[in-house]
C-alpha cells in the first residue's frame, strides 16, 4: 500500500484545516487508517484511527471533540478533519495503514505516508 498525505498548511488558533490520505495499491477497505504525528523534538504520536468499514473511530484525548477521522473507500482515500486547532497542534502529520484484522488501535501500522505539515499559530 503506498500512501500519499496533503492538505497541511499553515493555520491560525482557532482555524481548520482537512487533511487527505490517498492510498494505492489495494483495496483501503482491508485496511485500519491511522493518523500519526510528530511535532520538533517529540516522539512520533497517535491521533486517530478508523476500521476498515469506517464504523469504528478511536482517538487521542488531546484531540476528542476537535478532530474527525472519516474515510472513503471508494475513492481510497481516509481524511482528518480538524477544528479549533491550537498551536500545540504543530507537527508533521503521517497517514498509516495495517490489515483490518490486526488488533490494536495505536501501534503496529505497516505502511506510512510521508507527512504533511501543519504549522497552528498562536
Known amino acids: 500500500v503506498q500512501l500519499q498525505a496533503s492538505g497541511g498548511g499553515l493555520v491560525q488558533a482557532g482555524g481548520s484545516l482537512k487533511l487527505a490520505c490517498a492510498a494505492s495499491?489495494?483495496?483501503?477497505?482491508?485496511?485500519?487508517m491511522g493518523w500519526f504525528r510528530q511535532a520538533p523534538g517529540k516522539e512520533r504520536e497517535f491521533v486517530a484511527t478508523?476500521?476498515?468499514?469506517?464504523?469504528?473511530?478511536y482517538y487521542a484525548d488531546s484531540v476528542k471533540g476537535r478532530f474527525t477521522i472519516s474515510r472513503d473507500n471508494a475513492k481510497n482515500t481516509v481524511y482528518l478533519q480538524m477544528h479549533s486547532l491550537k498551536p500545540e497542534d504543530t507537527a508533521v502529520y503521517y497517514c498509516?495503514?495495517?490489515?483490518?484484522?490486526?488488533?490494536?488501535?495505536?501501534?503496529?501500522?505497516?505502511?506510512w505516508g510521508q507527512g504533511t505539515q501543519v504549522t497552528v499559530s498562536s
Open positions: 498509516a495503514a495495517k490489515p483490518a484484522l490486526r488488533a490494536g488501535y495505536t501501534s503496529t501500522y505497516d505502511y
Open positions: 478508523i476500521s476498515g468499514s469506517g464504523g469504528t473511530t
Open positions: 495499491g489495494r483495496t483501503l477497505s482491508s485496511y485500519r
